[in-house]
């Protein structure tokens, strides 16, 4: 058992299974893949999966930055790495210097105030870890805009000096879409802006960047996505191992006529005679409304026994009901297991049946399963 497990499978109806040593190897696989170092993103307690065990399975393995997107995140990724560079995506809240630099965390300023702010704080001779810079190519998101780098860097060269920059980075905006004409757009201005400052250790690939043709690793990638087992080149094979799995158990069975009605709303109608079960997650765990199997729209889908089974009706609080016509009926009985991710239900296929994307279905993982944690 893993330090972090969480409540006996017995009580809880639902087990999420998470394979820190798939975790390891993606990570590594990516490392090896961009031929420089790769940090990991744990922003939104590492995807879902756990900001601590997380942690403390890629440092133990070597990764040595980590980014966040919030304080309070860097300050729980601080407690379990204690000798880890730890970026604050989101950069400086007006007042936090202090903070940062109790617990040695390096913001990631996006705007002439937050570089000022942190430059003066460093002035008044507070020490601490490098910062890093942080030039918006395209997002308009954060970021100092960056019409032509090289303009920022000279406009700002003495804040830079005295705000001690370790990393200067940017952000895809579409890098999963190789097709898209914006990547070849933020890699030359990104070029343009590692140009100008020699020296400063640069970093631009997202998951999906480290597939992009003709970028540069520079000298830190910034893979999040991938880490977890999502597929960074959609429309393609996956190239990472899966590390999320979830599984359910089936409540109750029963035997329905066609034209029956099922769920709230009567939403979805049984076509023929129908075997319904109903099972024992709902959207209170993290599992979408969104991927209700309405007359409408099909929604999401489990596996039991191998065979692919189509949610209908609204997706409840606390219960979902499958169709499991399809299966022979003498295999289908009550408390048998049922995946929802994991085999095909890969997180993208996951992340489509609920009209959303797998990292949203990632970062939502609910709190009232049994996690175990495998594979370390
Ligand atoms: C979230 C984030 C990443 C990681 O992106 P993935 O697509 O999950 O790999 C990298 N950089 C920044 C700035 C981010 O916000």
């Known amino acids: ?40 993103v744990v922003k939104a307690n590492a995807y879902g999966i756990g900001i601590e065990p997380a942690v403390t399975a890629l440092a133990a393995a070597g990764c040595r930055s980590f980014f966040v997107a919030h304080l309070s995140e860097g300050v729980r990724a601080r ?19 202090g903070r940062y630099a109790e617990h040695d965390l390096s913001p990631v300023l996006g705007s002439p105030e937050e570089l000022r702010e942190w430059a003066g704080f460093r002035a008044g001779g507070a020490r601490g870890r490098p910062a890093a810079l942080h030039l918006d190519t395209g997002m308009n998101r ?45 890699m030359a201005a990104f070029a343009a802006i590692a140009n100008a400052l020699p020296g400063i250790p640069a970093s631009l690939k997202n998951s999906s960047g480290h597939f992009l043709k003709d970028c540069p690793s520079y000298q830190l990638t910034r893979p999040g996505y991938a880490l977890y087992g999502g597929n960074p080149t959609p429309g393609r094979p996956n190239p990472m191992r899966a590390v999320v799995g979830l599984t359910s158990r089936i409540l109750q069975l029963r035997d329905v006529r066609a034209g029956t009605q099922v769920g709230y709303n009567g939403r979805w109608t049984a076509k023929r005679d129908s075997r319904l ?34 949610f209908v009706g609204t997706v409840s609080m606390d219960l979902v009901i499958i169709d499991v016509t399809d299966l022979p009926s003498a295999s289908v009985k009550r408390g048998d297991p049922v995946t929802l991710i994991g085999g095909a239900l890969d997180l993208d296929a996951v992340g489509a049946g609920a009209k959303t994307i797998g990292y949203e279905i990632l970062t939502s993982l609910g709190r009232r399963h049994a996690r175990r944690y495998v594979g370390v």
């Open 79 to 97: 407690a379990v790495a204690p000798d880890a560079t730890i970026y604050i995506l989101n950069g400086l809240l007006p007042g936090s210097c």
């Open 1 to 40: 058992m893993s330090p972090f497990d969480t409540p006996d499978a017995e009580t809880c109806g639902t087990i999420l299974t998470i394979d820190l040593g798939a975790l390891v190897a993606n990570w590594r696989a990516l490392q090896a893949q961009a031929g420089t170092e790769a940090a990991a």
């Open 142 to 186: 954060l970021g100092f805009p960056a019409g032509d780098g090289a303009d920022v860097v000279s406009a700002f060269r003495t804040e830079i000096d005295a705000a001690g920059i370790g990393l200067v980075m940017s952000h895809f905006a579409s890098s999963e879409d190789e097709a898209d004409p914006a990547n070849a757009r933020q």
């Open 277 to 310: 079960a109903t099972i024992c997650l709902g959207y209170a765990d993290g599992y979408p409304r969104n991927a209700s199997g309405t007359d409408i729209s099909p929604g999401g889908s489990a596996i039991v026994d191998g065979v692919v089974c189509p």
